[in-house]
């Protein structure tokens, strides 16, 4: 998540780094329909396509991580999977560097993806089926593919800038002592090259879109992609459905998940012990992330900024429950 002083909406901004890309004039009411969160995204169209501007500071991203996500897109794409594709800019540039009165961006576009969101579908046996499918060709892909000259960063990574961070607020002891806890269990674990990789991260119903005439997946949104055991993709995506799926018939439409999952790729034996060490690496990962995004404060904040964080700090506290806690 971008820090809240990120979090507004700019349409000027957008349209002046959108200035290095072609596109069609008349689509920039679209603009209306932006998200922000970790990135800043804008849709507009060029030659009747919809595509998606995405940009965010360069304080808040590393380039590393950028080029080496788009790398991965372009081995997915190369090997037919279903995912998003980047447009080049008016330079032929996949990523542009884009000074402004705002100050650095990264900035890239992206096409959209046939189908609809998993979230919009009726989460049918088929549709799980399928999600978890192409959840388990991507792992399948993932442990055949070797970076080039860029690389995401693993899981030590992210636990070291998590410790990092947390530097600034030494009353957060408990997240700290979290950092470490994690750090020791997962230095315990193997990394067989069969069930540690590069995982999506964020393979979420709302990254996954459904289409309905090929009957398979398309997804997008790799910029939290990182190395760490394939479980953890499956622990986010069963975590997100259960958000829209009844509990009584919850473990039923797991099952079609895994049974998707299992026809591209073997699940671990020791998946079930490894899941809940994941689903803390997520929500220490979603605190810090949110401690830091709101950590800064302004006087006369307008009401929808102060409302926010209230929200995002009541999150913190369900998101802190297990910190501590044995594994």
């Not at 349409?11 to 990135?39: G, P, T």
């Not at 808040?60 to 788009?70: D, G, H, P, Q, V």
């Not at 919009?120 to 399928?130: G, K, M, P, R, V």
């Not at 995004?293 to 964080?309: M, Q, V, Y």
């Amino acid at each position: 998540m971008l820090k809240l002083k990120y979090l507004f909406n700019n349409e000027d901004l957008a349209e002046m780094i959108l200035q290095n890309w072609n596109y069609d004039e008349a689509s920039l009411k679209l603009f209306e329909y932006y998200r922000i969160s970790s990135n800043a995204i804008y849709p507009f169209r060029y030659e009747g396509e919809t595509r998606l501007l995405r940009f965010a500071p360069k304080t808040e991203k590393l380039k590393s991580n950028i080029l080496a996500e788009l790398d991965f897109i372009a081995y997915l794409r190369d090997n037919r999977y279903g995912v998003l594709e980047s447009a080049a800019s008016k330079h032929g540039a996949e990523l542009v560097e884009a000074e402004t009165p705002w100050g650095e961006y990264y900035a890239s576009v992206f096409k959209r993806v046939s189908g609809v969101q998993i979230s919009d579908t009726d989460f049918s046996d088929a549709i799980l089926f399928s999600y978890g499918k192409a959840l388990g060709r991507l792992h399948q892909l993932s442990s055949q593919y070797t970076p080039g000259r860029f690389k995401r960063w693993s899981h030590s990574d992210v636990l070291d800038w998590m410790q990092e961070v947390l530097m600034d607020f030494p009353e957060k002891s408990a997240a700290l002592r979290e950092v470490n806890l994690l750090r020791d269990y997962f230095a315990s674990i193997p990394k067989s090259p069969n069930h540690y990789g590069l995982v999506h991260y964020d393979f979420e119903y709302d990254n996954v879109f459904y289409d309905d005439e090929s009957k398979s997946c398309n997804v997008i949104d790799f910029d939290d992609a990182m190395y760490h055991w394939y479980a953890m993709d499956i622990e986010q995506a069963l975590h997100s459905l259960q958000d829209c799926i009844p509990s009584e018939i919850f473990n039923q439409k797991k099952q079609c998940f895994m049974d998707g999952y299992v026809t591209e790729y073997g699940i671990p034996s020791d998946l079930e012990e490894i899941l809940p060490a994941c689903r803390r690496f997520a929500n220490l990962y979603g605190y810090v992330r949110t401690l830091r995004s709101i950590a800064e404060k302004w006087d006369h904040e307008p009401e929808w900024l102060t409302d926010l964080r209230e929200e995002l700090e009541e999150g913190l506290e369900e998101e802190s429950i297990d910190f501590g806690k044995e594994l």
